[in-house]
Nanobody, 123 residues
Framework: QVQLVESGGGLVQAGGSLRLSCAAS????????MAWFRQAPGKERELVAA???????YYPDSVRGRFTISRDNAKNTVYLQMNSLKPEDTAVYYC?????????????????WGQGTQVTVSS
């Protein structure tokens, strides 16, 4: 059974930084694309970063240059370094994995999800 467990969320002031971690188990982690999504109240879940098995990454314009996704396949862990945080980054952040080896953009292309971790950025 695949399990994803996020950690590292919290409250931070605008301009600050946080690093999220996602520990994975139950799958040959290194073969698959991993991603971070977020969902703010009343909004749809959106992709904020993805990384393939060989390290190719994707970021939407809203976070590019501020967020960095990385993975440590030996530790079965994926990270999201978030810098220059803004109040609009406030959301529940979810780690997800897909059976595909390429970058995937849609929520329904990811088959396992973590429980989510709250990130709150105060102004």
């Amino acid at each position: 059974q695949v399990q994803l467990v996020e950690s590292g969320g919290g409250l931070v002031q605008a301009g600050g930084s946080l690093r999220l971690s996602c520990a994975a188990s139950g799958r040959t982690f290194s073969w698959y694309t991993m991603a971070w999504f977020r969902q703010a109240p009343g909004k749809e879940r959106e992709l904020v970063a993805a990384i393939t098995w060989n390290g190719s990454t994707y970021y939407p314009d809203s976070v590019r240059g501020r967020f960095t996704i990385s993975r440590d396949n030996a530790k079965n862990t994926v990270y999201l370094q978030m810098n220059s945080l803004k109040p609009e980054d406030t959301a529940v952040y979810y780690c997800a994995t897909t059976k595909y080896g390429s970058i995937r953009f849609k929520v329904d292309e990811y088959d396992y999800w973590g429980q989510g971790t709250q990130v709150t950025v105060s102004s």
